[in-house]
Nanobody
Framework: QVQLVESGGGLVQPGESLRLSCAAS????????MDWYRQAPGKQRELVAT???????NYGDSVKGRFTISRDNFKRTVALQMNSLNPEDTAIYYC?????????WGQGTQVTVSS
């Protein structure tokens, strides 16, 4: 089993940057595909970014070129660097770990972009 704890959320102004981090406990972290999802009020949860166990990345169309996902298998962390934030990025951001049929979620961290 994997436990995930997100951190780094907060209130920022449009155009600013924020870096989210997700710390994992449990075994086999390096074998998991790691994702960041987000959910805005009244909207469905959407996939923001993915990084596979091999380091391949994929991004949602709305964040391409602005967000970067990375992982450190030694530290068992995954990060989401978010640049050029805009109010539409306001949401709760969730870390997710997936391996075959096993999936785990963190509790989420709030990101608010507002002037």
């Amino acid at each position: 089993q994997v436990q995930l704890v997100e951190s780094g959320g907060g209130l920022v102004q449009p155009g600013e940057s924020l870096r989210l981090s997700c710390a994992a406990s449990g075994s086999g972290f390096s074998t998991y595909t790691m994702d960041w999802y987000r959910q805005a009020p009244g909207k469905q949860r959407e996939l923001v970014a993915t990084i596979t166990s091999g380091g391949n990345t994929n991004y949602g169309d709305s964040v391409k070129g602005r967000f970067t996902i990375s992982r450190d298998n030694f530290k068992r962390t995954v990060a989401l660097q978010m640049n050029s934030l805009n109010p539409e990025d306001t949401a709760i951001y969730y870390c997710h770990a997936q391996r075959v049929s096993l999936g785990y979620w963190g509790q989420g961290t709030q990101v608010t972009v507002s002037s």
